[in-house]
């Protein structure tokens, strides 16, 4: 089984960048999908990208599109957000989840926290204005 660990959270200011890492074990790594959740303080989980197994079909919520790009290198078993001109409203915990690979092809597929068999501990982003 995939076990999750991420990294690279941290204090930025507004306008700047991260790499989040979510690094997983075990060997069927390239068998599974991926997302990115976050969770600000008193709101829900909410989904920030995803990616299929192959790489090839990738999602984000509206507001991180064209800043956030979700990418996976399967030979490295790791999982990255960057994240571009960071703004304050994007602090909060992220969270990486895995799920396996099946039949997904749209944006409701993937955006579903209750898919994902396997979460991280999470990485706390803090932006500051």
């Known amino acids: 089984q995939v076990q999750l660990v991420e990294s690279g959270g941290g204090l930025v200011q507004a306008g700047g960048s991260l790499r989040l890492s979510c690094a997983a074990s075990g060997r069927t790594f390239n068998r599974f999908e991926f997302a990115w959740f976050r969770q600000a303080p008193g709101k829900e989980r909410e989904f920030v990208a995803s990616?299929?197994?192959?790489?090839?079909?990738?999602f984000y919520v509206d507001s991180v599109k064209g800043r956030f790009t979700i990418s996976r290198d399967n030979a490295a078993n790791t999982v990255y957000l960057q994240m571009n001109n960071l703004k304050p409203e994007d602090t909060a915990v992220y969270y990486c989840?895995?799920?396996?690979?099946?039949?997904?092809?749209?944006?409701?597929?993937?955006?579903?926290?209750?898919?994902?068999?396997?979460w991280g501990q999470g990485t706390q982003v803090t932006v500051s204005t």
């Open positions: 989840a895995a799920v396996k690979g099946g039949s997904r092809l749209y944006y409701d597929d993937y955006a579903a926290s209750t898919i994902y068999e396997r």
């Open positions: 990616i299929s197994w192959s790489g090839g079909a990738r």
